[in-house]
């Protein structure tokens, strides 16, 4: 990739071994972790302060789903590319998550490569994004 810039990643995952699985296979040399949640509250809470560049999202958790909390990220954050992380590979579940704005997903159980080549693809739609629209 051309651009040097590190990109900044938020992990929400109710499965704390999972968040911490994500944490290192992303953090290198392009992408900086800069927080987790397990919780949607705790996300929210996190995310009012925190940017981020991408989101990983877990589908089910305790306090709520992973699509309403798609859709106020969508909102709050709308610069973040959300990439989806779930077990669940329902239809409907992927339809409608792209339907609200994920730009793709992480299946469970996840390989460091599937992930790393879900990042990649998520990051090649930003830039291309950012390309047709122009200098800010």
């Known amino acids: 990739m051309a651009s040097q810039q590190r990109l900044r990643v938020?992990?929400?995952?109710?499965?704390?071994?999972?968040?911490?699985?994500?944490?290192?296979?992303?953090?290198?040399?392009?992408?900086?972790?800069?927080?987790?949640?397990?919780?949607?509250?705790?996300?929210?809470?996190?995310?009012?302060?925190?940017?981020?560049?991408?989101?990983c999202l877990d589908v089910v958790?305790?306090?709520?789903?992973?699509?309403?909390?798609?859709?106020?990220?969508?909102?709050?954050?709308?610069q973040a590319a959300v990439l989806m992380v779930t077990a669940s590979t329902d239809r409907?579940?992927?339809?409608?998550?792209?339907?609200?704005?994920?730009k793709g997903y992480i299946v469970k159980p996840f390989t460091p490569g599937a992930v790393m080549d879900a990042l990649h693809h998520v990051v090649a739609k930003m830039r291309a994004a950012r390309a047709t629209a122009g200098p800010a």
Request: hydrophobic fraction near 40%.
């Open 61 to 78: 958790m305790p306090d709520g789903d992973g699509l309403s909390l798609l859709e106020w990220i969508g909102q709050k954050q709308p």
């Open 92 to 102: 409907s579940t992927v339809e409608q998550s792209l339907r609200n704005g994920a």
């Open 10 to 55: 938020f992990i929400i995952d109710d499965n704390e071994m999972t968040r911490d699985l994500l944490r290192v296979i992303m953090q290198g040399e392009q992408f900086d972790v800069v927080g987790d949640a397990g919780t949607a509250e705790s996300a929210k809470l996190r995310l009012r302060s925190q940017k981020a560049d991408i989101v």
